[in-house]
Each structure stands twice: as structure tokens, then as C-alpha cells.
T-cell receptor, first 111, second 115 residues
Framework: GQNIDQPTEMTATEGAIVQINCTYQTSGFNGLFWYQQHAGEAPTFLSYNVLDGLEEKGRFSSFLSRSKGYSYLLLKELQMKDSASYLCAVRAQEYGNKLVFGAGTILRVKS | NAGVTQTPKFRILKIGQSMTLQCTQDMNHNYMYWYRQDPGMGLKLIYYSVGAGITDKGEVPNGYNVSRSTTEDFPLRLELAAPSQTSVYFC??????????????FGPGTRLLVL
């Protein structure tokens, strides 16, 4: 996606914690979304941040720093089923307030 | 609610053929979108609609057309299929475009192979 960067792949161990980073450059920022996409399936919504700080939702948390153009998704107590691609998407006035997606980070959880 | 449904699930086309990818949502959402996803790439917006009778181009509209005659349906038309259109196509819908934490709900996708 336009100026949205995520690592291509990550590997972590079952039960561990993993942090997936997303950096972006845009004008008129209006929200950052994280989606989970299992192989061969549709993306499903995980989290939304528009203000700075941490949003916690069970084992998943998402953090945003607007001044740094930075977000991360934190997954705790990793399970094998968390193996998936994690997509960062930014909504901004520059994009006509539509979502622009990063290329996604493939997370592999090993036992 | 069935959510967002797409047909077909998979299709093989010959170069130059045409087809329509169907998308229906039963959540009474105003906004609907068509994306394509190529391997290792993020979702690219093809077209979107903010309501019945209104459509607009996204990032990669060339080679595609859409219509929105009802709130529920948002078909995507390929007139002259090209190998570059081999991709997975996702339809999505949402309630609000610009405000709040509205999320997009995605259909299961249509895998298209153009040979």
C-alpha cells in the first residue's frame, strides 16, 4: 500500500508474545485498522485506533502513535490458530477517507 | 444474517472473455467495496459505492466496471479478461465511510484465473 510498511514475515513460539509493527506516512490521518486473514479466507476485523494509546481486546492489543506514524499489534499467549496474515490499514483524508492496506505480515506460530 | 456473500468461489476465464462477479450483503450497509489481492500484496481498492446509484473509482479501476442498482447488490464486471486480472477478489461492506470505528465486513472472495 501507499507508504504503509509492515514486516513481511515473523515466526514466534506457541505461548509467547509477538509484536507486529506498522509504520505509515499520510496526511489527514483518520484511523488505523488491523485485520487478520487466514490463508484462503477473507480478512476479519481485529482492532481500530484513532487516538494515541493502547486498545486492549482479550489476547490482542493495538497501539498507536500519530506523531510517529506508528502502530503495533500485540498478540499474547500465542496459539497455533493465530498463524495468519495480519493486515494494517490506514484511513486518511489523503485517500478520500477510504482504507489503504499494507501488504500484510505473515505470522507463523510454531510449537 | 448471511453477511457478505460472493459468487462464484472460483472461475477460470480465457483471455478476452467477460464475466460478472456477484456480491450481496444483507446488513443494509450503505457502503460497498471491491478489492483485489495479489500474492504477497495488500488489498487494492478497485471500485466503491456510497449508496445505490452512486459508484466511484478506487486505486486500480482499469479493466473493470461496477453498478449499484440496489443497496444489497454490487456486481463487478470484467469485460475483456486479461492475465493481469488473475487475482483474488474480495467484496466488502460497511455502515459508515468516514466516521468512527466502522469496520468493513468482507465476503469469502472469488478466485479468478485468466489463461
Amino acid at each position: 500500500g501507499q507508504n504503509i510498511d509492515q514486516p513481511t514475515e515473523m515466526t514466534a513460539t506457541e505461548g509467547a508474545i509477538v509484536q507486529i509493527n506498522c509504520t505509515y506516512q499520510t496526511s489527514g490521518f483518520n484511523g488505523l485498522f488491523w485485520y487478520q486473514q487466514h490463508a484462503g479466507e477473507a480478512p476479519t476485523f481485529l482492532s481500530y485506533n484513532v487516538l494515541d494509546g493502547l486498545e486492549e481486546k482479550g489476547r490482542f492489543s493495538s497501539f498507536l502513535s500519530r506523531s510517529k506514524g506508528y502502530s503495533y499489534l500485540l498478540l499474547k499467549e500465542l496459539q497455533m490458530k493465530d498463524s495468519a496474515s495480519y493486515l494494517c490499514a490506514v484511513r486518511a483524508q489523503e485517500y478520500g477517507n477510504k482504507l489503504v492496506f499494507g501488504a500484510g505480515t505473515i505470522l507463523r506460530v510454531k510449537s | 444474517n448471511a453477511g457478505v456473500t460472493q459468487t462464484p468461489k472460483f472461475r477460470i476465464l480465457k483471455i478476452g472473455q467477460s464475466m460478472t462477479l456477484q456480491c450481496t450483503q444483507d446488513m443494509n450497509h450503505n457502503y460497498m467495496y471491491w478489492y483485489r489481492q495479489d500474492p504477497g500484496m495488500g488489498l487494492k481498492l478497485i471500485y466503491y459505492s456510497v449508496g445505490a446509484g452512486i459508484t466511484d473509482k478506487g486505486e486500480v479501476p482499469n479493466g473493470y466496471n461496477v453498478s449499484r442498482s440496489t443497496t444489497e447488490d454490487f456486481p463487478l464486471r470484467l469485460e475483456l479478461a486479461a492475465p493481469s486480472q488473475t487475482s483474488v477478489y474480495f467484496c466488502a461492506s460497511s455502515h459508515l465511510l468516514t466516521m468512527g470505528g466502522e469496520t468493513q465486513y468482507f465476503g469469502p472472495g472469488t478466485r479468478l484465473l485468466v489463461l
